[in-house]
């Protein structure tokens, strides 16, 4: 119903995936986060050690590659959204999804190396 | 009582303005905005409005009362706090003083095709119903095309022509629920790009102002789990 | 006859109902996570590279603005967050109507308020 151009940069050009994909990604990004709440609530202060200790345990590392998955997920289709709503002049809206997608390209790479570098 | 009209007549005005008027409105009156407004055109008859059937069933005089969108007819004064401000409907372009352009809101109603769909050869009397089937019409068939919903709605704002808005949504819901309509995956297919359906926020400002006390806001959420149920 | 359409579309001639609020609040706390990432990520890289770095955010959070910067953060995450859930609570079908989608929106602001206190008396 809607012409095809104006919705392929779009997660998934398809209303209904893109609402599946950000309720499914909010979902684990929202567990994600209470992971890391009650890591906090039971060490409000914690030294390198802990935690570098925590983020080393494998289903911890797992978890967090898997939220910053979601995250890029659910960035994209939400950001996306608010751009078509407020921006509606061509090459300006194109660029700012463009960059959006970029950001969130280098976020993914920039946890991943977090993440990874003290095997 | 003092009420202050959004005027905009383009045979002579540059742009819209707003004007002041006085009505007397008795202490315990139980007057419509709607009356006030009639008393309005006898002081002054350039006054345009739309109004016809004034019981809240023709869906013609759907205005912005004090900031919210609700049909004059049945929007009692003394519900009001002086001075009453009348504007058109939000975000429609303005034909004269509160007279609005429906086109667009029309073109969406049709995009749903609201009528049934069925086939089939027709049986010799009715197509009947349950009770039950029946029912889950309730809360959907009783809209009134006032537009009160679908100009009050931030998507319908940003994506006025892409986002169906959600009359034209509670009208898809309508016969999406009709056992008697056949055509249920076809419109749901034609629905499941990112905007048709899927810019509805859940915002609920339809649900607000429905001056039929309907729920646009669930009847789209409605949608979303047919789709769902069908895609999966 | 003037040739110009004009229509009537001044925000501030409107009344937000209260759902509404609840709404722009969930897509501001979202763009404003959204563009605080590189923040929180510059922190993690820091607090994970090695004991040096870890003490280095105790500086970087001895500045003020990046203090409030991180609570800002953490408030509009969790703001954003109890909205989400909100909604997808209602996605499953519950707190549909009206006055549900209100009370729920409430509770969504106060529990977010206790929130943004908590966090605070934690980082300060």
Request: charged letters at 15%.
């Amino acid at each position: 119903m809607v012409n095809k151009l104006t919705t392929d940069m779009s997660l998934t050009g398809n209303g209904l995936r893109d609402w599946i994909v950000q309720r499914f990604s909010a979902v684990i990004l929202g567990v994600y986060f209470f992971v890391l709440f009650g890591f906090f609530v039971f060490h409000p202060h914690p030294d390198y050690l802990i935690l570098s200790e925590f983020f080393s345990v494998t289903w911890v590392r797992v978890f967090s590659l898997i939220a910053l998955l979601s995250l890029f997920l659910h960035a994209w289709v939400g950001v996306w959204t608010v751009i078509t709503d407020y921006v509606k002049p061509f090459p300006l809206r194109f660029l700012l999804e463009a960059f959006t997608i970029l950001l969130l390209i280098i976020y993914f790479f920039w946890g991943i190396e977090i993440l990874w570098r003290f095997v | 009582m003092r009420f202050s009209i959004y005027r905009y007549n383009p045979e002579t005005d540059a742009k819209p303005y707003m004007k002041d008027y006085e009505v007397d409105v008795p202490h315990d009156s139980d007057m419509m905005v709607l009356q006030a407004l009639m008393l309005i055109k006898d002081q002054d008859e350039t006054l345009s409005f739309r109004a016809s059937c004034r019981e809240g069933v023709c869906g013609s005089d759907g205005m912005n009362i004090n900031g919210l969108n609700r049909l004059a007819c049945l929007t009692p004064v003394s519900s009001l706090k002086a001075p009453i401000t009348i504007r058109p409907l939000v975000n429609m372009t303005v034909i004269r003083d509160l007279v609005v352009d429906f086109t667009l809101f029309f073109q969406q109603y049709e995009k749903v095709q609201p009528y049934l769909q069925n086939h089939a050869e027709p049986p010799a009397t009715e197509r009947l119903q349950s009770p039950e089937e029946r029912a889950a019409l309730d809360g959907l068939y009783e809209c009134i095309l006032c537009a009160c919903c679908t100009s009050f709605c931030p998507s319908s704002w940003w994506n006025p022509e892409k986002f169906i808005g959600p009359a034209g949504l509670l009208w898809a819901a309508r016969f999406l629920a009709d056992t008697r309509d056949t055509a249920t995956e076809e419109r749901l297919a034609n629905l499941q790009d990112p905007f048709s359906v899927y810019r509805c926020r859940t915002i609920m400002n339809c649900t607000v102002v429905c001056p039929k006390n309907l729920n646009p806001a669930a009847a789209i959420a409605g949608i979303r789990h047919k789709m769902v149920e069908k895609g999966s | 006859m003037n040739k110009q359409r004009f229509m009537n579309f001044d925000l501030t001639t409107i009344r937000l109902p209260f759902t509404s609020i609840i709404s722009i609040l969930h897509r501001l706390s979202g763009i404003f996570v959204f563009l605080l990432i590189p923040f929180l990520l510059y922190i993690f890289d820091m607090a994970l590279s090695d004991s040096d770095g870890f003490a280095s955010i105790g500086a970087i959070l001895g500045n003020p603005i990046s203090r409030i910067s991180l609570w800002l953060f953490l408030v509009a995450l969790g703001y954003h967050f109890f909205a989400g859930v909100r909604h997808l609570i209602m996605d499953m079908g519950f707190g549909e109507g009206l006055k549900n989608a209100r009370t729920s929106g409430a509770v969504a602001l106060v529990i977010t308020l206790v929130w943004a206190l908590w966090i605070g008396v934690w980082l300060w």
